[in-house]
């Protein structure tokens, strides 16, 4: 079992920047796809970015694409999301999330993920 907390959230203008990080404990973190989702109010939860084992193939959803970047450290069992050029659209709560089964046709999806972070709300005004 992983337990996941993130940090790093807050407000910010449209166009400005935002980290997030992702801190994992309780078990081997190199073992999991990691993957950043959010839900906007009133919206379901989607996914913005994942990073496989090693860190050397990353995904992104078209919306974040050239914006964000996902990157993880296995060595300090961190991930992060650095976002930049931010939208109000992006406005969300944003989750940390664990896959270590990475079974196909899940990879990506809310239904791959085993362990979930509590959140970390990002605020983008305009």
């Known amino acids: 079992q992983v337990e996941l907390v993130e940090s790093g959230g807050g407000s910010v203008q449209a166009g400005g920047s935002l980290r997030l990080s992702c801190a994992a404990s309780?078990?081997?973190?190199?073992?999991?796809?990691m993957e950043w989702f959010r839900q906007a109010p009133g919206k379901e939860r989607e996914v913005v970015a994942g990073i496989f084992w090693s860190g050397g193939s990353t995904y992104y959803a078209d919306s974040v694409k050239g914006r964000f970047t996902i990157s993880r450290d296995n060595a300090k069992n961190m991930m992060y999301l650095q976002m930049n050029s931010l939208k109000p659209e992006d406005t969300a709560v944003y989750y940390c999330?664990?896959?270590?089964?990475?079974?196909?046709?899940?990879?990506?999806?809310?239904?791959?993920?085993?362990?979930w972070g509590k959140g970390t709300l990002v605020t983008v005004s305009s």
């Open positions: 309780g078990s081997i973190f190199s073992d999991y796809i």
């Open positions: 999330a664990a896959d270590k089964t990475a079974r196909d046709g899940y990879i990506w999806k809310i239904a791959g993920i085993d362990y």
